[in-house]
Nanobody
Framework: QVQLVESGGGLVQAGGSLRLSCATSTRFLDFYKMAWFRQAPGKERLFVASIGCKSGTTTYADAVKGRFTISRDNAKNSVYLQMNSLKVEDTAVYYC????????????????WGQGTQVTVSS
């Protein structure tokens, strides 16, 4: 069982930046594929980015490619999402997720989730 706790959300103006953090309870984070998803009000939870166990492979949704960067620090048991050039449409609750096995881009594939952190981008 892995516990995940997100932080770093908040209110920011369009064009600004935020850095989300995901702290995990495991000492073996390098066994887990990690991902960020987001969910806007009334909409489904969508894939944002994922990263392989050793940080070698990253994948991004087209909507955030070139603006967001996912990274991990296995020594600190943490995963990060640097978000730059934020847009109003990035407003959502952002969730950190973990799985063992191949990297996936569907929320159903991830058994471990954090509680989410709200990101609000104003115009």
């Amino acid at each position: 069982q892995v516990q995940l706790v997100e932080s770093g959300g908040g209110l920011v103006q369009a064009g600004g930046s935020l850095r989300l953090s995901c702290a995990t309870s495991t000492r073996f984070l390098d066994f887990y594929k990690m991902a960020w998803f987001r969910q806007a009000p009334g909409k489904e939870r969508l894939f944002v980015a994922s990263i392989g166990c050793k940080s070698g492979t990253t994948t991004y949704a087209d909507a955030v490619k070139g603006r967001f960067t996912i990274s991990r620090d296995n020594a600190k048991n943490s995963v990060y999402l640097q978000m730059n050039s934020l847009k109003v449409e990035d407003t959502a609750v952002y969730y950190c997720a973990a799985r063992i096995g191949a990297t996936k881009e569907t929320s159903e594939a991830y058994p471990y989730w954090g509680q989410g952190t709200q990101v609000t981008v104003s115009s």
